[in-house]
T-cell receptor, first 113, second 116 residues
Framework: GQNIDQPTEMTATEGAIVQINCTYQ??????LFWYQQHAGEAPTFLSY????GLEEKGRFSSFLSRSKGYSYLLLKELQMKDSASYLC??????????????FGTGTRLKVLA | GAVVSQHPSWVICKSGTSVKIECRSL??????MFWYRQFPKQSLMLMAT?????????EQGVEKDKFLINHASLTLSTLTVTSAHPEDSSFYIC????????????FGPGTRLTVT
């Protein structure tokens, strides 16, 4: 089956580093995405991994291990505005050759002063 | 570039009525559009995949007769919630993928539907 798991909630302190994990099981893996979503708004794209390894983009980094079905999003130098939900999503190719995105449960991050 | 709009941004309707939500790609052609539903404090759940000129592909458990999807052009897809009930109240979000981007989807701002 298809399953994507993330911790439900995390709390961290301003200026700290936080790692949000994501494990997945899909049949037609074709890339993994991380999105940030503030309440009442649409998700915004943070990162994309299709090959194993680390992708760094400013304060955000994302890691992928396809053999382990595992990814993490690393947020450095946390700011209050980073308080949001973080969604892990897998692009999954269907047998028909089309594709869809499967979202994880989402992690609500609360950054404390 | 890659802007997606949704209309309306919020709507309140009475139980039993139908509501149409539009999703437009403003500066690119979208061969594929996705419709998601999000309940409070939950993640996005894919409802259906809309392909221009063909029938939508609905996810398991989504009633195709209740959630009508039309993708009549490369820039417009519509979702009609027919005979809406209070349990259909949710945040509906669309996304669109350009044909030349193999991995990206661009989200609309979402539509908050409240059924009374």
């Amino acid at each position: 089956g298809q399953n994507i798991d993330q911790p439900t909630e995390m709390t961290a302190t301003e200026g700290a580093i936080v790692q949000i994990n994501c494990t997945y099981q899909t049949s037609g893996f074709n890339g993994l995405f991380w999105y940030q979503q503030h309440a009442g708004e649409a998700p915004t794209f943070l990162s994309y991994n299709v090959l194993d390894g680390l992708e760094e983009k400013g304060r955000f980094s994302s890691f992928l291990s396809r053999s382990k079905g595992y990814s993490y999003l690393l947020l450095k130098e946390l700011q209050m505005k980073d308080s949001a939900s973080y969604l892990c999503a897998v692009k999954d190719t269907r047998a028909s050759g089309t594709y869809k995105y499967i979202f994880g449960t989402g992690t609500r991050l609360k950054v404390l002063a | 570039g890659a802007v997606v709009s949704q209309h309306p941004s919020w709507v309140i309707c009475k139980s039993g009525t139908s509501v149409k939500i539009e999703c437009r790609s403003l500066d690119f052609q979208a061969t594929t559009m996705f419709w998601y539903r999000q309940f409070p404090k939950q993640s996005l759940m894919l409802m259906a995949t809309s392909n221009e000129g063909s029938k939508a592909t609905y996810e398991q458990g989504v009633e195709k007769d209740k959630f009508l999807i039309n993708h009549a052009s490369l820039t417009l897809s519509t979702l009609t919630v027919t005979s809406a009930h209070p349990e259909d109240s949710s945040f509906y979000i669309c996304s669109a993928s350009p044909p030349d981007y193999t991995y990206e989807q661009y989200f609309g701002p979402g539509t908050r539907l409240t059924v009374t």
